[in-house]
């Protein structure tokens, strides 16, 4: 499979941006072999991995990814994982933390309304789900890996003695009303979009003329 740059980039700042913070994640890896940091190399080359894995499902399953979401699941990544987990900035900034269930929220909403969105436009689909309906998957879809996320801070505290969950109860509960409002500010969003108009605001010729085989 031949890898090449992404042909619907045309802004030099979103070139910048797509292209840089992979770029800087490989420039980490090589700093850590350098200073015989495994434990660092094997999570930078694994985030460096994940950030890769929409271009490469996108070339390898002809699936149409817009780009925006692309990007913004790619920086999600690296300010997460990257930036977050081995740079510290959760202990950093305070805020860094509910800033990012934020984004998540928003960014899980738009992947779950997406999804749904392409199924229920299939030609070859044989009922159509409504925007109240479309709407609120996307919260739900949102909110259940917000839930999938807080399991797993909880099982790497209680089983690896890590400290995501900082204070318990308090932090599993404020990072899931933040999701959430995300998630909800998406759903309602799509609704009021979907009451008006059928077309995608991101590509639309493309997602006008796709079919799900």
């Not at 305070?94 to 779950?112: A, C, E, K, N, T």
């Not at 392409?118 to 479309?134: D, I, Q, W």
Request: proline share 4%; hydrophobic share 50%; charged share 15%.
């Amino acid at each position: 499979m031949k890898i090449s740059l992404n042909p619907e980039i045309k802004n030099k700042l979103v070139f910048y941006l797509y292209y840089g913070m992979r770029l800087l994640v490989a420039l980490a890896i090589v700093v850590f072999t350098l200073n015989g940091d495994w434990v660092s190399i094997v999570n930078a080359s694994l985030i460096l991995g994940l950030m890769l894995l929409p271009r490469l499902v996108k070339m390898q399953y002809k699936i149409y990814l817009p780009l925006g979401l692309e990007l913004a699941i790619v920086g999600f990544i690296f300010l997460s994982l990257f930036l977050g987990s081995l740079g510290n900035y959760y202990e950093r900034f305070p805020l860094w933390d509910r800033i990012l269930h934020f984004q998540s929220g928003i960014l899980m909403g738009v992947v779950g309304f997406v999804v749904v969105y392409l199924l229920n436009a299939r030609k070859t689909s044989k009922f159509r789900m409504s925007p109240g309906f479309v709407s609120f998957f996307a919260v739900c879809f949102s909110m259940a890996l917000s839930v999938v996320w807080e399991v797993y801070e909880y099982a790497g505290d209680s089983w690896f003695g890590y400290t995501m969950q900082e204070s318990g109860l308090p932090d599993t509960m404020g990072d899931l009303i933040v999701n959430g409002s995300g998630a909800i500010i998406v759903g309602l969003l799509s609704y009021f979009w979907m009451k008006r108009t059928e077309n995608l605001p991101f590509a639309p010729e493309k997602f006008n003329n796709y079919t799900i085989n």
